[in-house]
């Protein structure tokens, strides 16, 4: 019979071999309850044997005894920051610098995930927990080694017959998203602020007094690099990395290793739209140099590791409630679905509203009414849910049904064959009769001043106007029965649509929610086609012989003016003197021939709104791009440009700013050509100055 001594010596071997197991390799080998019996049966021996309860025993798991505040330890080796790096060029002057210091070597860069916690550095002597101390002001933290001990996945005996003498490793203590919102219920219930985010919760949890209270809040870890080691040697940071959980650690699973820097970076955009998958919160990667011996000649700055870069992606996120699914009808009748949220800050606003994008997107992530759901801006602009949190659920969530009929009309509804959109099939759907309005009345299309959203709203619930063709009939005395509606700004409206029917066929077609044809591809069919008849008589092959238009797009604008309620629109539009053809366009008083140039706009601009410059560019004759490719020939970008920037360097465009754009069109250059010339002081040509951020 063993010892009581040796029972417990094995019962502490036994639980950190399953705790292991359970929360490093995610593959437990017992239930939690003979895991439980185990942990009690050592809790018995060492409370009536106080002497037998060791350092590292696991017991300690949930917490010793409080403390009474937390001293001051220097790390053995600096605990640095690192340089971020937000774009694809600055990744690559990080590169330029690295291989001018190793000239003509070979560098390999590794790339892991930056998960987003607290800094920490851990130190094992004889293969046992020590001391684990916060980053501190990098040459002194503060000792949490109580707090730390409660991580269920920090090892407290390496793993191994013959550990070294000394093995200090660097980490990142982080939660999980759901861990986060667990405790921010409890806080709810005990009528205290909620805490804002993972990371803040961990730091704070790491601070308590009280280890029992830390153990509460599942702490977790991964481990990263190493500090200062006795006994044993690396040449690579892969090797180290590799060792690290050979004896128990839990390193990342998501590690690359590359020789190119272009092949890190496509690398780091396949991660851009991933980071939001994880249970985890990350705000980018690291790019380290791999060799060891590379990094000793590099050496440090005065703050960080010379070695070493984190490419960070600027996202926004938060968690909240999903309490109703809203659908609205869009133009084309495409029903979509809105989540109707819990207030919750996100990017310095308050959020209550998100895409849900269409029906697939709510079936695949299986999103359901009264999730805990990820919300995120997509560039900062435009909150979307980004997934729910299953794990979180309590039983009364509800899987959303799609509705038979149109809320709007009652019409039935249609999916399409994959079931990825619904459509409502009234002819006449009010929703669709308004979203057509307000996108005719949009500056892209018809410029209607005067015809918002909310006039809108008020012509189609009054009767007074049902389709486009009925904003041409309208007479002031009809007006001036609308609420909130006087004689001069009824008469502005009439004047601003009067207005409208000069603008050409580009225009038009913009407006006339055609499957598939926005603004460029309006301008773009206006020019080909000239008039709105041959447009009309125009066959599917010959659609698809205009620039850009591809066989589904031909198919379905062929379809929709084919259709005879179109084709009626149409000529009620030509009866009121609406003009349908695309006679060369007086250029704007100065303005230069753009000859079909290629433009993309990206950034924020001192004097034009997207619409207002994308305008002018397609007057001038050139043509206006969401996208970058070998095919652009200007990107005009303005402050805080981002990736269409990045892909515009990485391809050779040449890139403006607003001054040389203007310069190019004739304001403020010689010859047109691309110049850092100051901004005229006139307005720009037909175009309306306005701030505004384009993306």
Not at 115 to 123: K, Q, R
Not at 356 to 380: C, E, F, P, S
Not at 510 to 529: M, N, Q, S
Not at 616 to 645: E, F, M, N, Q
Request: net charge positive; proline share 5%.
């Amino acid at each position: 019979m063993p010892s009581i001594a040796q029972r417990a010596e094995e019962l502490c071997k036994l639980l950190n071999y399953h705790n292991h197991k359970y929360y490093v390799e995610a593959k437990p080998e017992i239930s939690d309850r003979e895991f439980d019996r185990l942990l009690d049966e050592l809790k018995d021996i060492e409370k009536k044997h106080p002497e037998l309860q060791a350092p590292d025993s696991p017991t300690l798991r949930v917490g010793g005894a409080p403390i009474a505040g937390f001293s001051t330890v220097t790390h053995r080796v600096p605990l640095l920051s690192i340089d971020n790096t937000y774009s694809a060029e600055e990744l690559k002057e990080f590169d330029k610098r690295i291989r001018k210091a190793l000239p003509g070597e070979k560098v390999t860069y590794v790339v892991e995930l930056k998960i987003d916690g607290v800094a920490i550095s851990l130190s094992y002597e004889k293969g046992k927990f020590a001391l684990g101390a916060t980053r501190g002001d990098g040459e002194k933290g503060d000792d949490v080694t109580a707090n730390l001990k409660t991580v269920r996945d920090l090892p407290l005996r390496l793993q191994g017959d013959k550990p070294p003498a000394l093995f200090e490793v660097r980490g990142e203590i982080y939660m999980t998203r759901e861990d986060l919102v667990r405790v921010n219920e409890e806080q709810k219930k005990k009528g205290r602020e909620p805490y804002a985010n993972p990371r803040n919760l961990a730091a704070g949890s790491l601070k308590l007094l009280d280890p029992k209270l830390c153990a509460e809040r599942r702490l977790r870890l991964f481990t990263y690099g190493l500090g200062g080691v006795d006994g044993i040697e690396f040449k690579s940071h892969r090797a180290s990395l590799e060792q690290m959980k050979k004896l128990g650690f839990p390193v990342n699973p998501n590690v690359e290793a590359f020789d190119d820097i272009d092949q890190v970076m496509q690398y780091a955009m396949t991660w851009e739209k991933k980071l939001g998958d994880l249970p985890y919160e990350t705000d980018g990667l690291v790019v380290k140099v791999d060799d060891l011996e590379q990094r000793r000649r590099l050496g440090n700055t005065s703050k960080s590791p010379r070695w070493v870069t984190a490419y960070k992606f600027e996202q926004e996120q938060a968690i909240t409630k999903l309490k109703e699914i809203e659908i609205f009808v869009g133009k084309n009748g495409v029903l979509t679905p809105r989540a109707n949220l819990e207030t919750v800050q996100l990017a310095g606003t308050r959020v209550s509203h998100a895409s849900l994008h269409n029906a697939d997107y709510v079936r695949t992530k299986d999103i359901r009414v009264g999730d805990t759901v990820v919300v995120i801006k997509a560039g900062k602009i435009i909150p979307y849910v980004l997934r729910s949190e299953p794990g979180l659920r309590k039983g009364d969530e509800k899987p959303f049904r799609w509705p038979t009929t149109c809320p709007v009309c009652s019409s039935p509804v249609k999916p399409d064959e994959k079931k990825v959109f619904y459509y409502c099939t009234g002819k006449n759907c009010v929703g669709k009769v308004k979203k057509i309005l307000a996108g005719y009345a949009k500056r892209g299309a018809m410029d209607i001043e005067g015809l918002g959203d909310e006039m809108v709203e008020q012509l189609v619930d009054s009767g007074l106007v049902k389709s486009v063709p009925d904003l041409y009939r309208l007479t002031l005395d009809q007006l001036l029965e609308l609420e909130r509606m006087g004689k001069k700004s009824g008469q502005n409206l009439l004047d601003g649509i009067v207005a409208s029917k000069e603008r050409g066929l580009g225009r038009v077609l913009a407006g006339l929610a055609i499957p598939h044809v926005g603004e460029a591809v309006a301008d773009v069919l206006a020019k080909d086609f000239g008039g709105i008849d041959e447009l009309l008589n125009a066959s599917v092959d010959r659609l698809m012989q205009v620039e850009g238009v591809g066989p589904t797009m031909a198919k379905d604008i062929h379809a929709h003016l084919q259709d005879a309620a179109q084709r009626q629109l149409i000529e009620d539009l030509r009866a009121s003197g609406v003009k349908l053809t695309a006679e060369a366009k007086a250029k704007p008083k100065g303005g230069t021939d753009l000859g079909g140039k290629s433009f993309v706009v990206t950034g924020s601009l001192k004097n034009y709104e997207r619409e207002d410059i994308e305008t002018l560019i397609r007057d001038l004759g050139g043509k206006a791009s969401g996208s970058v490719s070998k095919k652009t020939d200007y990107v005009v970008a303005g402050d805080k440009a981002g990736s269409k920037l990045d892909k515009a360097k990485e391809l050779g465009v040449t890139v403006l700013t607003e001054e040389e754009f203007e310069a190019l069109i004739g304001k403020g250059g010689k010859s047109g050509k691309p110049t850092a010339a100051a901004p005229a002081k006139s307005e720009p040509p037909a175009a309306k100055k306005k701030q505004g951020t384009l993306f």
